[in-house]
């Protein structure tokens, strides 16, 4: 077998090996993005493009294409230089624990891949300024942000590697190393420092990371930096066996515990960091100016903050609805765990529990939210420098918003609550191909959707619509029959179970329709019309389909 | 280890521990395929109240499939499993709640605490014994307040224990539960499941690859060689039923004689040992009839027997 020369060859090869397809797409768009724009501007003829378009539009959405797909091979290409594939919140070092054992001295361990990361995100600097700058000002651009990003990559790698005591350290050391390493450059150049002096600073940057990382992973490397000074019983509670006398009431309530210590801090906490930072930032821009333009219309920065506090907590829920059949969110693993399939509680059960969650999750998530959103609506803001958003809402106060108003209330978290848990059958159902392609899926089905929409030929098609929500009606009902006769075949839920999912479920829908119909002016939307979208809106086979799905999943 | 049986008592109204025929598990015809791997052929076994049944086998013959097929978490694509008369996959809350099961990798949420660990699992279990469950944690000298994952692998072990005792279950189901563990931790495994659990009169089904471990307590010991059951019986029918032998020949071999019931050959020229699957005196006879001459003959014991069985002794197999 041919052998390898040396750790800095081997680190490389073994880097080479991790990293290699993320290098060959950087390659892919270095060459691709020239080539594309070039092509774009000949197929629009020289730069002559649509006149709805004020600037020219089309290499632009390439260029923006290349950044996206750049900024995400570097944060890939990052985790894999930082070797983050251990756990990141907890206190031990990320380095491979059998790399640490190998017969080299710790500032190589540390050096030769803290030096191939540095290039590596150096290069991928140089390649956003190719992507996003003419070739004039490519040739002007300043050099201490290719060492900004160098450095960026060597203090995410040592304040991966160096062991932690307290778990919210690493965080807290990663937050103070990206702003001290992006705000040094920024700063010194507001403050006209010349770039030499800046490049210098930088390697200063780049030789503490060095030296922090080697002093960290020698501590790995001995097992040290764990444990913190107070560790020794002082803090710590001492739990006593009398204690474990105290139970839950029901496996129902036990497995509730669970979902929540998952979901109920991970929630809000998700939803509410990005409003309230932005919040806190904006608060200092009241009176100023929007710079956002759509169309050549400036959208107002309330507008804007009203959009970030109610997208956020939706955003939130997408991500819960990918983690939320899981027992462990972090963990890969898709099956349901020996620890919990062999607990004797039914599926219904385990599905019911991980509906409740996520329901509470919202209440608590969109409380908090609602609380800010009144917060930031009583503060002066950019519509008028002394006016709050408050004060022009009770300005043009009418009977018909409080309504609206309830009814978005109510409806945001209920929103929400569906995405969370509309995908859970095919998550709990444990099959990474159907996984896969559901989201593909989706995306066709929404695609069709609108080409319909766009295309059909709505004016023979209206007269026909309510018989078109009936058939739609008739066939979500079969096909809930056929869903439950399968449930009850497999006993995965009882009789009172179904009695109470479907009490549930036709007083959602009943109060949802009468609000809608109160809210709606009369001749808006059909009744048919509106209890086909309520019925629609309101997921009935898809819960039902996730105790199924689990049971697949629990029995193979 | 004696601490750990005198706080063992017996319960005031024991719940029924068989179906009426006194099996508690029962697998007809079993067959299960993974693509293109037949990983159980046409399994059939019965275990009876009150016994222990010692699986073994080679890694990937069976067992664990096996064992997943009683705890119902595999579906029987052919044949049926019964648990108490029950079949796992449709009954899983009456089954699974007279099931401890305790696998190699307990994959116990590392995130939780001892005590939160213990607290869930007994939210499950009606029979759950609290007092039971405080002694066994001393016993164990478990910290409540540690998180699973920084506990070690002899630790993690005993807390998934703990978690299938407490609740006194009817029938212990443990998938090489003593794999990689020290022999402090296999003596706690072994002495607070196995006799304890015999001594009360409940079933224990296990799997293991510490062959002396299964010959000390089992009542009975089953092999699985390719996905089919190779024996089953009592662990001194078994060992009765295999012998080894060596016989001289008046003229050197090339080759061992072929003999029915010989399980491997070792040797050369004129001197041959042989394992076989028969008893003493038909080995004798066997080696009389080749116009032989007995050397030597001895028992074996069950790491003998599984490695003739699985022709792993680098001998000639017959």
Known sequence: MKTIDGPAMAIARYLWLRTRWMLAGLVAIAVIVPLAQRMVVHLNGNGDYPAEFPTPYYPQLVMFAAIAATVILFVVLLSQFCYAEKDMSGRESAFPRWMMTLPIRSVSLVGWPMLYGSAVSALICLLMYYVLLPREAFSRMPYWPLLAAAAFCAWMQTVSWIPFWWRLARVIAAVICLTVVIGLGTVAQAFGVHDWLLLIGYIGVLALALVAGTAGMARARRGDGVQSPWSNGVIRKRMRPAELRVTFRSASAAMLWVEMRRNLIFTPFISLTGPVLIFGLCAFNAGHPSTFYLYGKMISSAMIMASIFIGSPLCCSLTVNGTLAKFDTWLPEITVPNFLAVRPVTDSKIVAAKIKNVAIAMAVTWLATYLLLILWALLPNSYERHHSVAALVAANFKMRYLWWGALAAIGLPLICWKVAIQSLCVYLYGRRWLINSAGFTTVAIWIGLGALAKWAPWREIWPFLPWLALAFVLAKVVLAVVIIRALVDRRVLSSNSLFGWSVVWLLIVSGLWLSVKVALHPHLLGQWLLAAAVIWFVPANRLLLAPLALHANRHR | ?318
């Open chain 2, 1 to 318: 280890m004696s601490a750990l049986h005198t706080m063992i008592e017996p319960q005031a109204s024991p719940p029924p521990r068989a179906d009426s025929a006194g099996t508690v598990v029962e697998i007809r015809s079993v067959t299960r395929r993974y693509a293109q791997k037949l990983a159980l052929d046409d399994v059939s076994l019965t275990l009876r109240a009150g016994t222990v049944l010692g699986l073994v086998g080679e890694n990937g013959a069976g067992k664990t499939t096996l064992i997943r097929h009683v705890m119902g978490l595999l579906k029987a694509e052919q044949g049926s499993v019964r648990v108490f008369g029950m079949d796992p996959v449709l009954e899983p809350v009456k089954v699974l709640s007279r099931i401890g099961y305790l696998s190699e990798e307990p994959d116990l949420p590392g995130w939780m605490r001892v005590h939160e660990l213990i607290r869930y699992i007994a939210a499950f279990y009606p029979t759950w014994d609290a007092q039971y469950a405080a002694q066994l944690q001393q016993d164990f000298a478990l910290d409540l307040s540690a998180r699973i994952k920084h506990l070690s692998k002899g630790q993690r072990a005993r807390a998934g224990l703990l978690c299938a005792l407490a609740y006194r279950p009817d029938l212990l189901v443990l998938d090489e539960p003593s794999s990689g563990l020290d022999p402090i931790v296999r003596r706690d495994i072994l002495s607070a499941i196995i006799r304890t659990i015999a001594d009360e009169g409940r079933t224990v089904l296990f799997s293991s690859h510490l062959l002396s471990e299964v010959e000390r307590v089992s009542d009975r010991i089953a092999m699985i060689k390719n996905g089919r059951v190779v024996f089953c019986d009592t662990t001194q029918s078994v060992r009765d039923a295999h012998t080894r032998i060596t016989i001289r020949f008046d003229e050197p071999r090339e080759q061992p004689p072929v003999v029915d019931g010989a399980l491997t050959w070792e040797g050369r020229g004129r001197e041959w040992t042989a394992v076989m699957s028969v008893s003493a005196d038909q080995a004798r006879l066997a080696a009389s009839a080749l116009g032989a001459q007995v050397v030597e003959q001895s028992p074996l014991n069950l790491d003998e027997i599984f490695l003739a069985r699985a022709n792993r002794t680098g001998g000639h197999a017959s």
